[in-house]
């Protein structure tokens, strides 16, 4: 992430970041159990984002947005977002996402899971970095283009 994006996630051992972390390890445990396919570096049923990453990859505006006095610049980015995805419906949750950043966060986070589940996030080089990303975990980036996250929808024409 470093090299290709400049940023440099929290630590685990950050402030407020690991309960979080101890909280998605005991539900990928339990997912696991359950014999659902989770894979830490990124292709099972569960990806780790981080949003301001993903908003860099895709050019927004990825800093400044958090904290309660930034309603203002949450709504411009709100705005880019729904410039740049036409076909995302926030509905009723435009207010929210306006209010708090962490409400924004899942929209973002929703978005870079779409991306994966599209097989358009980063993946860990075979070689050097899946054994690390399979113990350690994966943070996926994304590798197209917002707007590409919609599949255009087809109507097939009628044979008869």
């Known amino acids: 992430m470093r090299q290709r994006i400049g940023l440099t996630p929290l630590s685990v051992a950050a402030d407020r970041i690991g309960l979080t972390a101890m909280r998605a390890a005991g539900i990928l445990s339990r997912l696991a159990a359950e014999g659902r396919p989770v894979d830490r570096a990124g292709n099972g049923i569960v990806v780790e984002v981080y949003p301001a990453a993903s908003l860099r990859c895709w050019g927004l505006p990825f800093r400044a947005y ?31 996402c306006a209010d708090s950043d962490d409400a924004l966060d899942a929209v973002i986070a929703a978005l870079t899971s779409r991306a994966a589940a599209l097989s358009k996030t980063s993946t860990p080089d075979e070689a050097h970095l899946l054994p690390q990303a399979r113990r350690e975990g994966w943070i996926v980036l994304p590798e197209a283009l917002l707007e590409s996250l919609v599949a255009p929808f087809h109507v097939e024409a009628d044979a008869s």
């Open 66 to 96: 958090k904290g309660g006095q930034r309603r203002a610049a949450r709504e411009a980015l709100i705005g880019a977002l729904l410039e740049r995805a036409p076909w995302l419906d926030l509905g009723a949750y435009v207010d929210l």
